[in-house]
């Protein structure tokens, strides 16, 4: 059997559906269906997402007082459940919906009949979804970092682990499909600019996410041998988040975010991207300078990065070049198409922009390293604000606030462009502004919020403390608003997918690109084409109408030429 076969339960389960059925849960659990398996993703994703945003409000409301803790007893339990909100943000939220739009739409853009490994990309929804409830079951049970019962730290880490490995195995499934699965005639240049970051997302993830499970074994290893017996030995874990949530390595969730955001503009303003190549080159260079997990990892055993690694500052640097060069190369689209007021439009842009901010503001945390390096080298009396000392501080919690809500923004309108493909309904648009503008504004609240704050000396990790700066609390508080503005987002997006799910919105097809996707019906047959298509260029839906012109044409003339005759 090919490695993108649909078996034939698969196949009955599509015919006898025009939307999925959510009642029946028999067949989605035995599905290796990619459509059912990629709503399993959006659906369960959506929920973590809107539960990991109201978790880190909670830590957040908390946070406005340094003095004394209001709704915890403990100091461990606050560094506990912010800890959870910043874990299931990225890997129980964000990364699962990604990675549930790739698993849908890919196949599809690529002219496959079916993703590659089914069941095994079905199964790693399962095996994420299992490992996801231990981990919050181990947080509920006093482990974690800070936790106090060593039986549910060793949980804590197992579950961690197993949530790592299912989305491996999920970004191989996506990254193979668009390598060996493609339509005949698709050269990997032709792939469409949203499954190719799909693909240097998955590829990245393939580099990153093994760091992570290196880190996990130590902390097995440290934890199960008793090297971390108590709570505060154990604070040294949330170091397995700074791997994957301090940037350059966060960039890594906003290659989607952009890509997203470009096929939305070339859909939306009715304008294909011009310069293909060049946006795809673009995607990559960020991909490349994104790889800075190896630089931040666990290695210095819980200690802060210290961002004086030449490599990783100019990673920071250069980052925003590509960023800036995807925005650039699209904006073509904006000024040559129609501008559109809808929601994949509004959001994807929005949501580029806002990743362009995050770039650009962390450039910020490489002054210092830079002025010391030139201190050390040349000997020099140069003189700067020890403001400008980033380490820990509350400026990288503002950087990634910016990165998670590029992020959110992405989803919302990776949703609303693919919504009626994928649940054969479209969802609500005027709900989805306001979401989207929801999420905007939270994200450039909470991001600003932590970024001055860093500068005003407030630590990254949750301390009470009666020794801080005039204003750090105020501006507490600020982060506090933009993470509930970026919580009620996360609500609304769930409240409309699963409205839309269960039979809600308009059944029309609301707009057509000219990617394969829209070649077939929404949601897909079975099998996603009737026929197996063949791709000449990166718009295969503009060639098939021009092929349909040139054919009536020269039917037309023959016919002319039999009645002269």
């Known amino acids: 059997m090919a490695m993108t076969d649909t078996r034939p339960d698969d196949v009955a389960h599509d015919h006898h559906e025009s939307r999925p059925s959510l009642a029946s849960f028999d067949a989605a659990l035995g599905s290796g269906d990619h459509k059912t398996t990629g709503r399993l993703w959006i659906?369960?994703?959506?929920?973590?997402?809107?539960?990991?945003?109201?978790?880190?409000?909670?830590?957040a409301i908390e946070h406005v007082d340094l003095g004394s803790l209001s709704m915890f007893d403990?100091?461990?339990?606050?560094?506990?459940?912010?800890?959870?909100?910043?874990?299931?943000?990225?890997?129980?939220?964000l990364v699962p919906i990604l990675i549930g739009i790739a698993t849908f739409v890919v196949p599809l853009q690529v002219g496959a009949s079916s993703l590659a490994f089914p069941r095994g990309a079905a199964t790693a929804f399962w095996c994420w979804l299992v490992s996801t409830s231990l981990l919050i079951i181990s947080y509920i049970l006093n482990g974690g970092p800070a936790g106090g019962r060593t039986d549910y730290v060793v949980l804590w880490t197992l579950a961690l682990g197993a949530m790592v490995l299912s989305v491996l195995w999920a970004m191989v499934c996506i990254a193979t499909t668009i390598v060996g699965a493609r339509a005949p005639g698709m050269d990997l240049d032709q792939v469409p600019v949203s499954a190719w970051s799909f693909f240097v997302f998955s590829l990245l993830g393939l580099f990153i996410l093994p760091v992570v499970l290196g880190q996990l074994v130590l902390v097995y290893l440290d934890v199960k041998y008793g090297f971390l017996f108590d709570r505060s030995s154990r604070l040294?874990?949330?170091?397995?988040?700074?791997?994957?949530?301090?940037?350059?390595?966060?960039?890594w969730v906003g290659i989607p975010t952009l890509g997203i955001a470009i096929e939305a503009i070339a859909v939306h303003t009715g304008r294909p991207v011009r310069f293909h190549r060049s946006v795809m080159v673009a995607l990559g260079g960020l991909g490349i300078l994104s790889f800075g997990v190896d630089l931040l990892s666990y290695s210095s055993r819980g200690v802060a990065p210290v961002f004086d690694n030449g490599v990783l500052v100019v990673g920071l640097?250069?980052?925003?070049?590509?960023?800036?060069?995807?925005?650039?190369?699209?904006?073509?689209?904006?000024?040559?198409?129609?501008?559109?007021?809808?929601?994949?439009?509004?959001?994807?842009l929005l949501g580029g922009l806002v990743l362009l901010l995050a770039v650009v503001a962390s450039i910020l945390g490489t002054v210092w390293p830079i002025v010391t390096f030139i201190e050390d080298v040349f000997d020099t009396n140069v003189t700067l604000d020890s403001s400008?000392?980033?380490?820990?501080?509350?400026?990288h919690e503002g950087i990634r606030a910016l990165v998670m809500g590029a992020g959110v923004l992405g989803v919302i309108a990776g949703v609303h462009h693919w919504g009626h493909k994928i649940w054969g309904r479209s969802l609500d648009d005027?709900?989805?502004?306001?979401?989207?503008?929801?999420?905007?504004?939270?994200?450039?609240?909470?991001?600003?919020g932590g970024v001055v704050n860093g500068f005003l000396g407030e630590p990254a990790l949750p301390i009470i403390s009666n020794d801080v700066q005039d204003g750090v609390e105020a501006l507490n508080g600020v982060m506090a608003a933009g993470a509930g503005l970026l919580a009620a987002a996360a609500v609304l997006l769930l409240l409309n997918i699963a409205r839309t799910a269960?039979?809600?919105?308009?059944?029309?097809?609301?707009?057509?690109?000219?990617?394969?996707?829209?070649?077939t019906a929404s949601p897909p047959i079975a099998g996603n084409f009737a026929t197996a298509p063949r791709v000449t260029s990166a718009t295969p839906i503009l060639d098939m109408v021009s092929n349909e012109v040139a054919t009536t044409v020269s039917v037309d003339?023959?016919?002319?030429?039999?009645?002269?005759a």
């Open 236 to 251: 040294s874990l949330l170091g397995i988040g700074d791997s994957l949530t301090l940037a350059p390595t966060l960039y």
């Open 74 to 93: 403990q100091e461990g339990q606050f560094v506990q459940i912010w800890s959870m909100g910043r874990i299931l943000l990225l890997l129980g939220g």
């Open 430 to 448: 005027r709900l989805g502004l306001l979401t989207t503008l929801t999420a905007a504004g939270g994200a450039i609240v909470w991001g600003i």
């Open 557 to 564: 003339e023959e016919a002319s030429e039999g009645v002269s």
């Open 388 to 395: 400008f000392d980033l380490t820990a501080t509350a400026f």
């Open 502 to 519: 269960f039979g809600g919105g308009s059944s029309n097809e609301p707009w057509q690109g000219v990617t394969l996707e829209w070649a």
């Open 317 to 348: 640097i250069v980052a925003a070049l590509p960023v800036l060069a995807a925005l650039a190369l699209a904006g073509e689209s904006l000024k040559t198409g129609s501008f559109r007021v809808r929601t994949p439009l509004v959001a994807g």
């Open 43 to 59: 659906g369960a994703g959506a929920l973590m997402l809107a539960a990991a945003l109201v978790v880190s409000l909670v830590a």
